[in-house]
């Protein structure tokens, strides 16, 4: 599975966990839709789950005039997906290109203003903890 197709996927799975309180195999599992595990879905998806609260919190503390639990489901589980990815992942993804895919993603699933809103959380999200 590609990696646009592994973080798209873990989007939906998080979006499920998040909205309805779906256990992670299971979400996963109901993502997949028939096809092959793929390690890197799994390991978005855990990752997430396992650094939610340090995410939420950069992610909080990068907020203008937004609480993270107002924000639009798709918005706050890509944001959490695309921070993960960067401050929290082990592989060496050049920052830019979690963006530019997150902006990517946005396009597709989240409404008309999402992309502008992830690009600008997350490029503070990115010159913030850079600076840490």
């Given at each position: 599975m590609k990696?646009?197709?592994?973080?798209e996927?873990?989007?939906?799975?998080?979006?499920q966990i998040d909205l309805s309180g779906t256990e992670m195999n299971e979400a996963i599992h109901h993502v997949l839709d028939e096809q092959r595990e793929d390690a890197y879905l799994n390991h978005?998806?855990?990752g997430v789950?396992?650094?939610?609260?340090?995410i939420d919190e950069l992610?909080?503390?990068?907020?203008?005039?937004?609480?993270l639990d107002r924000l639009a489901t798709v918005?706050?589980?890509l944001l959490r997906l695309s921070t993960f990815e960067f401050?929290?992942?082990?592989?060496d993804i050049p920052v830019n290109v979690v963006i530019n895919e997150a902006i990517e993603i946005a396009k597709m699933y989240g409404d008309d203003q999402s992309p502008k809103f992830i690009n600008s959380v997350l490029s503070k999200i990115k010159d913030n903890y850079?600076?840490?």
């Open positions: 990696r646009r197709t592994a973080r996927k873990a989007l939906q799975a998080l979006f978005l998806v855990s789950l396992q650094h939610k609260a340090q992610i909080s503390n990068n907020l203008e005039n937004w609480k918005d706050r589980n401050a929290f992942s082990e592989d850079s600076e840490n």
